[in-house]
């Protein structure tokens, strides 16, 4: 079995297409390994590819000129890295880093914006993912300007666990604080806090999930809403509905594909 057919269900908005888009896409897109710290977008620079990530997790940062670095948003298997090309802009002043080890698909952007045009159910489905992204950005600065370090620090962890199997974070509390934007002594007191009700067990470089439920009120509604957009605009969104099949979709108003001609593999 290839490592397409293997693959393809795991990341959900490959998923939420039809078998025509799916077809069209399975000859011109590349098998990736994604590495904690790799870089999948720089700063500023042209973003030549898009990738569907199958497992893993990436940052989207917001960076100056200087050391200033804080998270902008998540992206796992429910999505995709290189947004900006889906909107025919070259390049954004973000980036996005490989934080947990991965494995996806990655397609040239040119090559997909005219794959955007040939069908309008891909479109839509991109275009629609391009909303939730938004919406998430969104709730993280309301997150960052009002709520508490706990409360942020919940809704974090669970955004991570919605995009990995299992219940095992590994991620250290430097990394914590530049995803977060506070300074470490904070995040060792918020983890501490989460820790001691007994909602996490935290270690060096791992923090392990003991009770979602409790993660949940600890966010407080901080954690929930471009969840539910997605579910309202695509489909299933959690891990464990990774493998539902793409009549799932759940769309109010697709309209039908512009009939497209064969397209030789991207090289």
């Known amino acids: ?49 898009v990738y569907f990530p199958t497992a893993g997790i990436c940052s989207i940062v917001a960076v100056t000129n200087g050391s200033n670095r804080i998270e902008a948003g998540v992206v796992g298997r429910e999505g995709l890295v290189g947004l900006a090309a889906l909107l025919s802009t070259d390049c954004t002043p973000h980036q996005c880093i490989v ?3 991965g494995e996806g698909f990655r397609i040239g952007a040119e090559r997909l914006r005219v794959l955007m045009q040939l069908s309008s159910r891909l479109r839509e489905v991109l275009l629609r993912y391009v909303q939730v992204v938004l919406i998430q950005a969104e709730q993280t600065a309301l997150a960052n300007g009002r709520f508490s370090i706990e409360r942020r620090l919940a ?23 530049t995803m977060l934007g506070v300074r470490r002594p904070g995040v060792t007191v918020a983890t501490h806090v989460l820790e001691g009700t007994k909602m996490i067990r935290a270690t060096r470089g791992r923090l392990t999930v003991l009770s979602r439920e409790k993660l949940e009120e600890a966010a407080d509604g901080s954690y929930g809403i471009p969840e539910a957009e997605y579910e309202r605009l695509i489909g299933p969104f959690r891990t464990e509905h990774a493998d539902m099949p793409a009549t799932a979709l759940r769309m109010t108003r697709i309209t039908p594909d512009i009939p497209h001609e064969a397209h030789p593999p991207m090289s």
């Open 99 to 101: 934080q947990v080890d």
């Open 1 to 49: 079995m290839s490592n397409w057919e293997m693959s393809k269900p795991r990341n959900h908005l490959l998923q939420a297409l039809g078998p025509r888009d799916l077809d069209m896409l399975s000859g011109e897109l590349e098998y990736v390994w994604f590495k904690r710290g790799e870089m999948l977008v720089s700063p500023n620079e042209p973003i030549s590819c």
């Open 155 to 177: 809704r974090w962890i669970l955004m991570c666990h919605d995009r990995i199997d299992g219940d095992e974070l590994n991620f250290t509390h430097e990394l914590l604080s």
